[in-house]
C-alpha cells in the first residue's frame, strides 16, 4: 500500500536551504519512516515522521478504550526521546522542547481529499459522484520533534536508535543526518546505528 502524504517539514530543515531539505518530503508508506537529525553548533534538533500504522497498527482515530489506551501510552513514549534514542552521553545533550504532530489524510468516495495537498495515487479511484461519505482510506502520519541543547556538540558522533525493537512493523527508516556535513543512512533492525557526518 504506497499513498504520498506529503509532510510539511519543520523550517529548521528548509532554512538549512541544502539539496538534501529538496527532498525531505516523506512518502507515506507503511514499514518505513523518515529521521532527520539537524546539529547546529550546540543546537540539535530531530524530527522522525512515521506513518501511525508503524507505531500503533492502525490510523483510524482511536475508537475503542484499547486503540485510545494504545494512543496514550504511545504519546507518553515518545515525550521521552531516550525511549527510542541513544545518544552519546559524552555530548551532555539535554531536551529542551518536544512537539508531538499528527498529519491525517482521509479519501473519500466521489471526493477527492479534504483538502489540498499533492497527492499521487498508486490507483485512480473511480469518481462516482455519489452521496456517500463512506471513508474508503484514511491515513495518518504521526510527527515528533525534539530539541536539545548540547554542551559538547563534538562528542556527538553517533547514536542508537531503538525504534526497531519497540515498533516491529518499522522495518525501514531513512535518516537525513546533517551535521559537519550530511548524509543519507538507511536503518533497519540489522543497522540501528545513526552516524553524524
Ligand atoms: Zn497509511
Redesign the pocket.
Known sequence: ?K?A?KLVLPLLIAASGSALAEESLAP???GEALLQVVLDNQELVINLNS???NLLGF?HAPQTDEEQALVENLDTNMRDPQFWLELPADANCSLSRVSLGQHV?TTKQGEAHDHDHDHEHEHEHEHEHEDNDQVL?????LAYEYHFLCADPDQFDQAQVKLFTHFPALTSLHAEVIGASQSLQELNAGNTLLKMP
Not at 482510506?137 to 502520519?141: C, I, K, L, Q, Y
Open positions: 500500500m499513498h502524504a507515506h508508506v507503511h506513518p501511525a500504522y490510523e489524510e482510506s484514511e491515513h495518518r502520519d
